[in-house]
């Protein structure tokens, strides 16, 4: 059948579409910016037709409609990276988190994570009967191929975009037309704290380097001070406005990539309008499934590989918690290990953990004797590398714990440094020496 046709017969409202969904079932949707938002209203406006409906899905950006607790009992949600409003409902119990590598989640789909309805937001489809993915490729394919009931939702909004990202207009069953404005992302501007730990961090990127920045306002603070670096290259699993600015620039070219050459890789993008309309039809960015995207192996092909991802706590023995603040789940792993792991086997390649040196206004030391308690380990004292505060760099990789000791000592905050080498005078049997 001519596809045009096919897309006539197709077309639904979401009232209608959501009518393929059963109790019981789990449906898995698109995320962040590409989250399907008729389709979620529909549902949350129509919750008592529901009964133990399972959602699935990643960071939440904006409202989530069927996060209102008049949907409890209706949808239950599970997720492997919290957001402000998802944490909320998992502190409520109308939800739960499950820990996992993002770049597992496509091989999770149809087992581990079931999948009997899959809803997307995609672009509308080009002369092909070919939409894209848009601003989001991560899991999508892996649903939309597992699935029973497609829904896709395309939305005049979505930048059309390049890579692995083109579903076909017959391999989905229901098709929302909609134009409605994507969600966005506005980092605050980076203040003198963050813009000290992007210039340690900069000292640490030579010309060529491919960067992998990870979530949270201090990646892309970095870039900020990566404006006089030749030729650098990205490969990451999601990327903000940061990038589009160097890539604007000349700073970023990819033209010293030994994988994807010329190319900025990506799995999701989360930022400003701007930065949507930048990826439109562009070329020099190409979207890859996560599990290729942040696959180590993948990661390790790019020279000069660097990932500089945030985290919450570090002891002194150099574990990272990135994603609990005691046993309270505050988002998730992602792909920060995968990345570490990746840059750590790359020729020249470079893991940093960068963050300011306390939290809650200066109260609380970032860099602590012990991970609170609860608090999971999101990068082990095996994998860590580079750990980077506003006052400076510790080698980790290749210390011993004592040296680790020392090193983290030297770059916590001045407050606190009395009471981490009290510390470590205690474990280490010998006076602590600035
Ligand atoms: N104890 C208590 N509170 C803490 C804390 C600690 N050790 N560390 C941070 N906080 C508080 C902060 O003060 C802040 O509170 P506020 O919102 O009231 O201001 C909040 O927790 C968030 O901390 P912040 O460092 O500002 O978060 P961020 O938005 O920059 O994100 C991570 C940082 C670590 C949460 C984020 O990078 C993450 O989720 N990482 C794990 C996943 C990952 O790295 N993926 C990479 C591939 S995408």
């Keep these: 059948m001519n596809w045009k046709d096919d897309y006539k017969k197709k077309v639904s409202k979401p009232i209608d579409a959501i009518k393929d969904i059963r109790d019981g079932q789990c449906v898995v949707m698109g995320h962040a910016a590409a989250a399907p938002r008729m389709t979620m209203q529909a549902l949350a406006d129509h919750c008592e037709d529901f009964f133990d409906v399972l959602i699935y899905h990643m960071t939440t950006l904006g409202d989530n409609p069927c996060y209102d607790p008049r949907c409890y009992g209706h949808f239950r949600h599970v997720s492997n990276f919290l957001s402000a409003n998802s944490r909320e409902v998992v502190e409520r119990r109308e939800g739960d988190f499950f820990p996992a590598y993002f770049k597992d989640v496509p091989s999770m789909i149809g087992g581990d994570i079931p999948c009997d309805v899959a809803v997307f937001q995609v672009t509308p489809p080009n002369e092909e009967g070919y939409c894209s993915l848009g601003v989001s490729c991560d899991y999508a394919k892996a649903a939309i191929h597992s699935a029973k009931t497609v829904i896709v939702e395309t939305n005049e909004q979505m930048p059309f975009t390049y890579g692995d990202t083109m579903v076909h207009v017959s391999q989905v069953d229901h098709i929302i037309p909609c134009s409605y404005p994507l969600q966005e992302l506005n980092l605050p501007a980076p203040g003198e704290v963050e813009l000290a730990i992007g210039r340690n961090c900069a000292s640490l990127v030579a010309d060529g380097s491919t960067l992998q920045l990870g979530i949270g306002a201090i990646p892309d603070a970095v870039l900020q001070s990566l404006t006089d670096k030749n030729d650098l290259g990205i490969h990451s699993e999601m990327f903000s406005n940061g990038v589009m600015e160097l890539m604007k620039k000349g700073v970023i070219t990819g033209r010293r990539k030994t994988l994807h050459r010329g190319k900025a890789v990506v799995t999701f993008i989360m930022g400003s309008r701007e930065l949507y309309d930048f990826v439109d039809h562009n070329s020099d960015v190409e979207f ?39 046993m309270r789940q505050y988002s998730g792993i992602g792909g920060q290990v995968d990345f570490i792991r990746g840059a750590s086997l790359a020729r020249e390649g470079k893991a940093i953990i960068a963050m300011p040196s306390t939290a809650a206004g200066g109260k609380i030391s970032r860099i602590k004797p012990f991970l609170a308690e609860g608090a999971a ?34 770059i916590a905050h001045p407050d606190f440094r009395p009471a981490l080498a009290e510390e470590y005078e205690r474990r280490f049997h010998c006076p602590y020496q600035e």
């Design 377 to 410: 380990v999101s990068t082990s004292r095996n994998d860590v590398d580079y750990i980077v505060t506003e006052y400076g760099i510790a080698r980790l990789k290749g210390r011993t714990l004592q040296h680790r000791a020392e090193d983290l000592i030297r």
């Design 288 to 326: 890859f499934p996560v599990d290729y995207v942040n696959s180590p192996l993948i990661i390790a092909k790019n020279d000069r590989m660097i990932s500089i991802n945030s985290c919450l706590e570090v002891d002194l023995q150099g574990q990272v918690a990135s994603e609990t603040i005691g």
